[in-house]
């Protein structure tokens, strides 16, 4: 039926007259579609949406997403990819900030709806910015696992390290339940499961509410703890690489506690053995 036709009948129809469906347009620049919403706590969900067939990103990288504004600009924040550079989809896991201008909206949207995504990703917890090594250790705090549920799924991990440690600490049990779920579904996932084997190993902690092991990860590396857990001597610059992302007060600490053990910060100009990202600005 031609497009005015429709118009016409939508004005003057009685209700109960059949009216063609409004063709999905297209609104924003850059747009793309949710295809899921997970709401994981009141505090943290997920989602994916379509990948344009051009974007192309490394795992570990970050983004720029969002809404459009109130104010009709694009109101954008930063956010890693979650899911690994392989997937048809990209996915990412998102705080639910109260008053927060992007997420206080993010939070309500629907499969179907549209979110703006820039086609530039960047960032340093790449595998390019570390030097070849025999231990990766991915340390997350919160959001902060977003860039290591990219990296845990994606082979050159496996292909490049004998082992690989990813620490998790979130205030409560709840908080740990994304990351917990996906490791879990790892091992028999049909595309890298075989990979994964033993090598991946898991180390949640939390920091405000009971749970088998509790205690920020900086307390634990520095009391020697986290190594008594997983029977390892330490970290030296020869056999370990690290990743961190969180806040900018435990990527401080954690900087400071890998250099003590030796090792240097990398970028992607200059590799080195540990590399950190900010999970969010304070
Ligand atoms: C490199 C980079 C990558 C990021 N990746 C992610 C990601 O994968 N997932 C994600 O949820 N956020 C991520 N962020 C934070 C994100 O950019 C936004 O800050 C967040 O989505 C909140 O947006 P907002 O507009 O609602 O509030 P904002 O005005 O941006 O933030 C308000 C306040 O909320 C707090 N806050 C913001 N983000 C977080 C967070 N993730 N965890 C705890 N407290 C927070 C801070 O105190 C901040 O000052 C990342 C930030 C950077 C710099």
Redesign the pocket.
Known sequence: MPFDKVMTQTMTDTPDTPVAPTPKVKTLPNSQTVTEVTHWTDR?FSFRVTRPASFRFRSGE?VMI?LMGDNGKP?L??????SPSWDDELE??????P????????QHMKVGDEIILRPKPV?TLVHDALLPGKRLWFFAT???I??FASLIREPQTYDDYETIILTHTCRHVEDLEYGRKLVESLRDDPLIGEMVGDKLVYYPTTTQEDSPKMGRVTDLLRDGTLFKDLGIDGITRETDRAMV?G?IGLNKDLMEILEGFGLREGANSEPMEYVV??????
């Open positions: 943290l970050f969002g109101l924040r930063a956010y890693s990819i979650a990412f896991y998102s705080i639910k900030v008053d927060g201008p992007l997420t206080s909206k993010l960032g919160g959001t902060g977003a860039p992302c806040s990202e900010k999970a969010f600005v304070d």
